[in-house]
């Protein structure tokens, strides 16, 4: 009893005085509730960990994600062969590199450190842009329902059966192509310059944004539909309240938890979108550091190095589980009538 | 006193899949300045449909507003511009709503949704807007105005709710202002309240009230004039007096009579009128009541009577005087 009350944000003063109610909004509440759920605290303080790696990543790092130095090629650490004997019949020991070296001597640290970077900006870009786009899609077309929601979804249904994959590789095709270069001036050039300036990710961003927008203009569309039918909305209109000012102070309020929990849930899907754009070597430029590219490296030598691609996939794995774990707690505390429903 | 609202033959329906349901059939009323307009009915007479016709309100589809004018100030409410229109909304003419529980955002404070009317209508600061609120909530009776600013709809009692719901449509003096069933999810000791406090409003403030109720005892004590709703026709008006004096109307009979008294002493069976409210479903060539009249004669079935004067200020719509049961 005395729990459910302070759940409420009561609480008693001693002495039998009457209940004081303590003014809490909602994100203060839900922050509160966040805070008490141990998976969503690990994966918060992950996260902030793999911000503060992939900000300070120069400092962290002992080298450079680029420095090749050629003699020290495939050299395994001490502890990584006492983890893998085998490889003491061929490899060879250089305990300057902490999870040893790649195929040209770079260390494998560095390369994870710095690799956090592509994740990340993808892990905060694809929800911004399928948040923008999503969301006001959705909304227009959950807002004036009737005939303009029919066809803006059937759009969406449509775009959903797009194959992006292959619309990317056409694009690389297209503006990476080496046999013909796109004339300066054109274009096409400037794309591929925007593109080799963003080390390789301006396709990766058009990926994530041509997919990831669908799902989340649905999901605004069914909670505006849900939300627009409250006499509350009706009451908004009484009063001589706009349209945008409805859709933005009264509607938007509403529905941002729901989104936010998706969006959160939806990031690990964006990182290894981009992960998986790089193995198939349709993502960064190298010699930029991706984990989905070393995995791609890795991948090569796995039988003889296991160290090269386990490492930057076990560096994916875990920021995908506190993405995940994040998304599962913010979904709690945002609704606590959904705790453990999927 | 001038007329502030003029209401002309005013027709709404809406498509549904059973077909077209005519809710409101050329509904005429006014309002003078200071007035307390009444209007009473069942469910599904039409009462609501016919403010928020006035109003613009009525979602379309599937609902339209197909004839009719409504004058306020000289200006056709029902052929303005959206614009215009949702300036005379909550700043010239507002609403309060039957259920406060509902009618307020659960996600934005109450000094917000205070506030709102102002921000929009009047172009005031947050923190203006503010020190209107705090006065409005001391005026409709809610203690600790300033500190509750900032509380959720939640934190409030159903009959505190509905203060601060009128409140807000207070908030910018409004000339006319519509209760739709304001009373009715309370119960009865917050309803006196709120009815009380409405009274002390009307006398501080001089607005124009259009009172939709099904409640007779709450219009006899508040209201001017009454107008009793059936199928989508006003079919009796009267000033209050009158109303409770000398009903005319069958319907309204009934009406009167289905109060339980608080003087009786014999038990009796609660009277109720036969039948069921019509289907609004086609719009009736004889009187919409006649299937439920005790009184109805063979006229009532080929013609829909039209208000006729049958005394001073007090019009019905019948073919038969049921003082004497026969046709007049």
Redesign the interface.
């Known amino acids: 009893m005395a729990e459910q009350l302070q759940a409420l944000g009561r609480k008693t003063t001693a002495g039998g005085a009457p209940l004081t109610?303590t003014?809490e909004s909602?994100w203060k509440d839900a922050l509160r509730r966040l805070v008490r759920n141990r998976a969503a605290v690990v994966g918060g303080t992950i996260i902030v960990i793999l911000i503060l790696a992939a900000v300070f990543a120069p400092f962290i790092a002992p080298y450079t994600y680029d420095g090749q130095i050629l003699k020290d090629q495939n050299t395994v650490p001490q502890w990584i062969l006492n983890l893998f004997p085998v490889m003491k019949n061929y490899a060879k020991i250089n305990n300057n590199y902490l999870l040893g070296a790649d195929y040209v001597g770079r260390d494998l640290f560095s390369r994870i450190v710095y690799g956090a970077r592509v994740s990340l900006t993808v892990a905060f870009i694809g929800p911004i842009i399928s948040l923008i786009i999503g969301v006001i899609y959705g909304s227009i077309s959950g807002f004036f329902g009737?005939r303009v929601d029919n066809i803006m979804m059937r759009i969406v249904d449509v775009l959903y059966g797009f194959p992006t994959l292959l619309f990317i590789i056409l694009l690389l095709a297209f503006f990476r192509g080496t046999l013909a270069r796109p004339e300066p001036g054109t274009f096409s050039y400037s794309i591929s310059q925007l593109d080799a300036q963003m080390g390789g990710m301006l396709f990766i961003f058009i990926g994530i944004g041509l997919t990831a927008w669908e799902t989340m203009a649905r999901l605004t569309r069914g909670q505006v539909l849900s939300v627009r039918e409250?006499?509350?909305i009706?009451?908004?209109?009484?009063?001589?309240?706009?349209n945008l000012?409805i859709m933005f102070?009264?509607i938007l309020?509403?529905i941002i938890g729901p989104l936010v929990v998706a969006e959160t849930l939806a990031i690990p899907g964006y990182i290894s979108t981009e992960a998986f754009l790089s193995f198939i070597g349709l993502g960064v430029n190298p010699p930029t550091p991706s984990w989905g590219a070393m995995i791609s490296d890795g991948a090569q030598v796995i039988r003889t190095y296991p160290n090269q691609t386990i490492f930057p996939a076990l560096a994916l794995a875990i920021t995908m589980f506190a993405f995940n774990f994040l998304g599962d707690g913010l979904r709690d505390a945002l609704d606590p009538r959904l705790r453990g429903t999927q | 006193m001038t007329d502030l609202l003029t209401v002309a033959g005013l027709e709404t329906q809406f498509r549904t899949r059973e077909g077209l349901v005519h809710a409101v059939n050329g509904v005429s009323f006014n309002l003078k300045e200071g007035e307390t307009l009444g209007i009473v009915g069942e469910s599904g007479c039409g009462k609501s449909v016919t403010v928020m016709s006035m109003l613009r309100l009525i979602p379309s589809p599937p609902g339209k507003v197909v004839a009719g004018q409504a004058i306020y100030q000289g200006k056709d409410l029902l052929k303005m511009s959206d614009e215009e229109i949702r300036h005379i909304r909550g700043a010239q003419i507002s609403m309060v709503f039957q259920d406060p529980m509902t009618s307020f955002n659960p996600v934005l404070t109450i000094g917000r949704q205070l506030a709102e009317p102002l921000e929009i209508h009047n172009g005031l600061s947050l923190q203006q807007a503010y020190d209107r609120a705090v006065q409005m909530l001391e005026m409709v009776g809610i203690p600790r105005a300033k500190e509750r600013l900032n509380d959720y709809p939640h934190q409030f009692s159903g009959g505190m709710r509905q203060r601060v719901m009128i409140a807000m449509a207070l908030i910018c003096s409004p000339q006319i202002l519509i209760a739709d069933e304001p009373t009715t999810a309370l119960d009865v000791t917050i309803q006196a309240q709120i009815v009380e406090l409405v009274k002390r409003l009307r006398d501080e403030l001089g607005m124009a009230i259009i009172w939709i109720t099904h409640d007779l005892g709450i219009i006899a004590g508040l209201a001017d004039r009454v107008s009793v709703m059936y199928g989508g026709y006003i079919i009796e008006e009267a000033l209050v007096k009158e109303l409770y004096a000398n009903p005319t109307h069958p319907y309204t009979l009934g009406l009167l009579n289905s109060l339980p008294r608080m003087d009786e002493t014999d038990h009796r069976r609660l009277y109720s009128i036969d039948g069921l409210p019509p289907v609004l479903l086609e719009k009736p060539n004889y009187c919409p009541f006649a299937p439920r009249c005790a009184y109805a004669v063979e006229h009532c079935w080929h013609e829909n009577p039209s208000l006729i004067p049958v005394g001073p200020g007090h019009t019905v719509a019948c073919w038969v005087d049921p003082a004497t049961g026969r046709e007049r």
């Open positions: 109610a003014r909602l009737g409250k006499e509350f009706e009451a908004a209109r009484t009063i001589g309240a706009s000012r102070r009264h309020p509403n």
